[in-house]
């Protein structure tokens, strides 16, 4: 997905860097890694919908189910750089420093977008829901690998993915337990 495009609500997006998250019993990181609930359903299958859920109670964080229908898999849309819209995206991220920071976090390019909990669920391929995606244009550059960013399972598993040296690519933090009062 590194390269392709994100259109939603006025602001296109080139995506920068992903992390990939897998069903039943193979990842424990994934939402979906102790069965189907209400809240990750739609990561079941069929691929090709968005799976939006808070986090730290204020922030969507948006997926695109990737996996066979009935196997639970997604990928992450953590950064991206917005390539048309950007008077639209600062009006959705007033405390973005620059423009290379509006999506430069899963929340910050949910917010971006103009996606919310209420886009769960809806198509990013048939053009029926408010984000679509599209093939890249042009080269992507170099990709590069790593561990994933907050989880605290898993968190050592290389399944994040970003274009080299891409100013938009969010900072790496290593999970820290937290301590016991």
């Given at each position: 997905?590194?390269?392709?495009?994100?259109t939603?609500?006025?602001?296109?997006?080139?995506?920068?860097?992903?992390?990939?998250?897998?069903?039943?019993g193979?990842?424990?990181a994934?939402?979906?890694?102790?069965?189907?609930?209400?809240?990750?359903?739609?990561?079941?299958?069929?691929?090709g919908?968005?799976?939006v859920?808070?986090?730290?109670?204020?922030?969507?964080?948006?997926?695109?189910?990737?996996?066979?229908?009935?196997?639970?898999?997604?990928?992450?849309?953590?950064?991206?750089?917005?390539?048309?819209?950007?008077?639209?995206?600062?009006?959705?991220?007033?405390?973005?420093?620059?423009?290379?920071?509006?999506?430069?976090?899963?929340?910050?390019?949910?917010?971006?977008?103009?996606?919310?909990?209420?886009?769960?669920?809806?198509?990013?391929?048939?053009?029926?829901?408010p984000?679509?995606?599209?093939?890249?244009?042009?080269?992507?550059?170099?990709?590069?690998?790593?561990?994933?960013?907050?989880v605290?399972?898993?968190?050592?598993?290389?399944?994040?993915?970003?274009?080299?040296?891409?100013?938009?690519?969010?900072?790496?933090?290593?999970?820290?337990?937290?301590?016991?009062?």
């Amino acid at each position: 997905m590194l390269g392709w495009r994100l259109t939603a609500n006025g602001v296109v997006v080139r995506i920068t860097e992903v992390e990939a998250y897998s069903g039943l019993g193979a990842d424990p990181a994934s939402h979906a890694h102790r069965g189907r609930t209400p809240r990750n359903a739609v990561m079941f299958g069929p691929a090709g919908f968005l799976y939006v859920y808070q986090i730290y109670g204020m922030y969507q964080c948006m997926n695109i189910v990737c996996g066979e229908e009935g196997v639970a898999a997604a990928v992450l849309l953590r950064a991206g750089e917005v390539v048309e819209g950007a008077e639209t995206a600062r009006s959705r991220r007033p405390g973005a420093r620059n423009d290379r920071d509006l999506g430069a976090g899963p929340g910050k390019l949910t917010r971006a977008l103009g996606i919310s909990k209420a886009d769960y669920g809806t198509s990013v391929v048939d053009g029926t829901g408010p984000l679509t995606i599209t093939p890249p244009v042009g080269e992507v550059g170099p990709v590069e690998a790593g561990p994933r960013v907050g989880v605290t399972s898993a968190h050592d598993v290389a399944w994040r993915f970003w274009v080299k040296d891409d100013p938009t690519v969010s900072s790496y933090r290593r999970h820290a337990p937290r301590r016991q009062k």
